[in-house]
């Protein structure tokens, strides 16, 4: 089965720092996807950026990106110039073809003014 | 505007009463799901459904049952003989074809029973 694992439950950053959130997954899969969610306080659950496996390139979207490392099964997030709003609980997530997401524990960010 | 709606936000049941929950798309997704999450723990799924009248188990689909009767809607009831059914449950939607996987979340309902 596959597992997701995001090892820091917590971070914090200085506003306008960056940030790297960590998570790494364990498939036998070659061809899957990645996603990054974003759960602030409203608990409404948002898509932050997606990644497909069969893809070299790293994806990118504004100030978030990720660093996709496929052989060490990694996919960390990077948030530049942090903000306030994005104070949030992130959480990794896999899912192979049109199957079900599955889900890390969730790492909180907190960001420092 | 399209989305996802989930109804009410906050719900309060007796223990021993089932309950459903609602949820609703006009995002014209072909796939739904549902989810439930507890403090410090990731979403598990509990059922989704990739077509109309036709669904499957997920993780923890023991005390739910749903309907998918059309596709903008996909209720789930908790009944009573889920064992803890405290929770925060989480709809979702996606495309689940062409390469778009991506899954939207609804707002969310708060599921206390007491």
């Known amino acids: 089965a596959q597992t997701v694992t995001q090892s820091q439950p917590e971070m914090s950053v200085q506003e306008a720092e960056t940030v790297t959130l960590s998570c790494t997954y364990d498939?036998?899969?070659?061809?899957?996807?990645l996603f990054w969610y974003k759960q602030p306080p409203s608990r409404q659950m948002i898509l932050v950026i997606r990644?497909?496996?069969?893809?070299?390139q790293n994806a990118t979207e504004n100030r978030f990106s990720v660093n996709f490392q496929k052989a060490a099964k990694s996919f960390s997030l990077k948030i530049s110039d942090s903000q306030l709003g994005d104070a949030a609980m992130y959480f990794c997530?896999?899912?192979?073809?049109?199957?079900?997401?599955?889900f890390g524990t969730g790492t909180r960010l907190t960001i420092i003014p | 505007d399209g989305g996802i709606t989930q109804s009410p936000k906050y719900l309060f049941r007796k223990e021993g009463q089932n309950v459903t929950l609602s949820c609703e798309q006009n995002?014209?997704?072909?796939?739904m799901y549902w989810y439930r999450q507890d403090p410090g723990q990731g979403l598990r799924l509990i059922y989704y459904?990739?077509?109309?009248?036709?669904?499957q188990k997920g993780d923890i689909a023991e005390g739910y049952s749903v309907s998918r009767e059309k596709k903008e809607s996909f209720p789930l009831t908790v009944t009573s003989a889920q064992k803890n059914p405290t929770a925060f449950y989480l709809c979702?939607?996606?495309?689940?074809?062409?390469?778009?996987?991506?899954?939207?979340f609804g707002p969310g309902t708060r599921l206390t029973v007491t």
């Open positions: 995002l014209n997704h072909d796939a």
């Open positions: 979702a939607s996606s495309i689940g074809r062409d390469d778009i996987y991506e899954q939207y």
């Open positions: 459904s990739q077509i109309v009248n036709d669904f």
């Open positions: 498939t036998s899969e070659s061809d899957y996807y």
């Open positions: 997530a896999y899912m192979r073809g049109n199957e079900k997401l599955t």
């Open positions: 990644q497909e496996a069969y893809k070299q």
